[in-house]
């Protein structure tokens, strides 16, 4: 209706990873111009409401809710009450890397992760939804603590906290200067199509 009525050239729908979003992103495969298989992830599709201009929709989840779901992911992996278990180039990523350093820590008063809390480690269902606290948790900070300190067990946990910080802070880039004062260069903003993060 927006492209009819109002004038408005759509170009993306965000939504979270409910499954109810998830099979509408997949009910357009049977529209895609493109042979699908089951494994292939649907992202776009033709805008019809477009013609006679060629336009495609992207489906976008919202980066909030990915980060919500990568530290759930990883607060699973090797639980009593799952049998998800996460690996990488044949070490497991357990949350138990996190608990574990972080309950040392504290014990010891070193204080290597000083915006970690009990909060962050032990999660419920109000810090479940909590995305500040998945985000100090998956972030460089931690991944270089556990990097440094952590048994090298736990360096493909720590690699995985690395990435999804990177993840997430190409997905929150708020101003043109904040990468230079934070010192993190996926903070800053996108300016040109070959930029290299998007093939990362």
Request: hydrophobic share 35%; aromatic share 14%; net charge positive.
């Amino acid at each position: 209706a927006s492209e009819k009525k109002c004038k408005i050239k759509v170009i993306a729908a965000t939504s979270d990873g409910a499954s109810s979003n998830r099979n509408f992103f997949n009910m357009h495969k049977y529209f895609s111009c493109n042979s699908l298989n089951d494994f292939d992830i649907i992202y776009k599709v033709e805008n019809p409401f477009a013609y006679p201009e060629y336009r495609y929709i992207y489906f976008i989840s919202d980066p909030p809710h990915l980060l919500k779901t990568l530290r759930n992911c990883l607060y699973k992996s090797g639980s009593s009450s799952s049998n998800r278990r996460m690996w990488n180039n044949n070490l497991e990523l357990l949350w138990s890397h996190i608990s574990k350093f972080f309950h040392q820590d504290q014990e010891l008063g070193l204080h290597l992760l000083p915006k970690i809390s009990v909060e962050h480690i032990s999660v419920n269902s109000y810090s479940i939804m909590n995305v500040s606290l998945a985000a100090q948790v998956l972030s460089y900070t931690l991944s270089k603590v556990l990097t440094e300190y952590a048994p090298p067990s736990s360096s493909e946990t720590a690699r995985y906290c690395g990435l999804v910080d990177s993840f997430f802070d190409i997905m929150n880039v708020r101003n043109s200067n904040e990468h230079k004062h934070k010192m993190k260069p996926f903070l800053e903003p996108f300016t040109n199509v070959d930029d290299e993060r998007f093939q990362w």
